[in-house]
């Protein structure tokens, strides 16, 4: 199985910081990783696609990257709705897909 | 603008048969480039992957479940299914029905999800 290993697991920022989560994929899985926000009881939204292709509907503020096997969400500028679990999945291999452990976001 | 919604009991005994079924609305379950999936989060986890159908009948299930799991599409009736046997309290979980584009299988549209006890 591909493990994602997603950092930190907690955070606590500020509104109107850059924040950054990571996720490292154990092999390459090109572009194939995708960004969800879950909000307590309720069901993870799709962010981002392909490493970095924001959905429709969702704020510029948040963008992916991807450096070989690292993926990065940024969230350029903290709003207080930002405040939710972010969690990556990687699509490249089936089965099984994988996600990351999750990352709690907090507003200071 | 389509739509799932899963159904099914939210209390089952341990060693019988989860059954839940995802309603798709807004759209056709066989129309587009789709997989359908069952993704599920015990309590204050994270997400696990279960399985997921294509509607030519193929389907892909965890290796950890593999040999409880079952899920099954039914065209006419706009639903897909999933059956996990032989449950324990291992189970007990939030289970979501997913829609997954079959460009970068990114899970573009969830259910609400549904919460399933596993409890005697």
């Known amino acids: 199985d591909i493990q994602m290993t997603q950092s930190p697991s907690s955070l606590s920022a500020s509104v109107g910081d850059r924040v950054t989560i990571t996720c490292r994929a154990s092999?390459?899985?090109?572009?194939?990783l995708s960004w969800f926000q879950q909000k307590p009881g309720k069901a993870p939204k799709l962010l981002i696609s392909?490493?970095?292709s924001l959905q429709s509907g969702v704020p510029s503020r948040f963008s992916g990257s991807r450096s070989g096997t690292d993926f990065t969400l940024t969230i350029s500028s903290l709003q207080p709705e930002d405040s939710a679990t972010y969690y990556c999945?990687?699509?490249?291999?089936?089965?099984?897909?994988?996600f990351g452990q999750g990352t709690k976001l907090e507003i200071k | 603008q389509v739509q799932l919604q899963e159904s099914g009991p939210g209390l089952v005994k341990p060693s019988q048969t989860l059954s839940l079924t995802c309603t798709v609305s807004?759209?056709?379950?066989?129309?587009?480039?789709?997989?359908w999936s069952w993704v599920r989060q015990p309590a204050g986890k994270g997400l696990e992957w279960i399985g997921r159908?294509?509607?030519?009948?193929?389907?892909n299930y965890n290796p950890s479940l593999k040999s409880r799991v079952t899920i099954a599409v039914d065209t006419s009736k706009s639903q897909f299914s999933l059956k996990l046997s032989s449950v324990t309290a291992a189970d007990t979980a939030v289970y979501y029905c997913?829609?997954?584009?079959?460009?970068?299988?990114?899970?573009?549209?969830w259910g609400q999800g549904t919460m399933v006890t596993v409890s005697s």
């Open positions: 807004g759209g056709s379950i066989s129309s587009g480039n789709y997989y």
């Open positions: 999945q990687q699509s490249y291999s089936a089965p099984p897909y994988t």
């Open positions: 997913a829609r997954e584009e079959g460009n970068y299988y990114a899970f573009d549209i």
């Open positions: 159908m294509y509607t030519s009948g193929s389907s």
């Open positions: 392909a490493a970095s």
């Open positions: 092999q390459s899985i090109s572009t194939y």
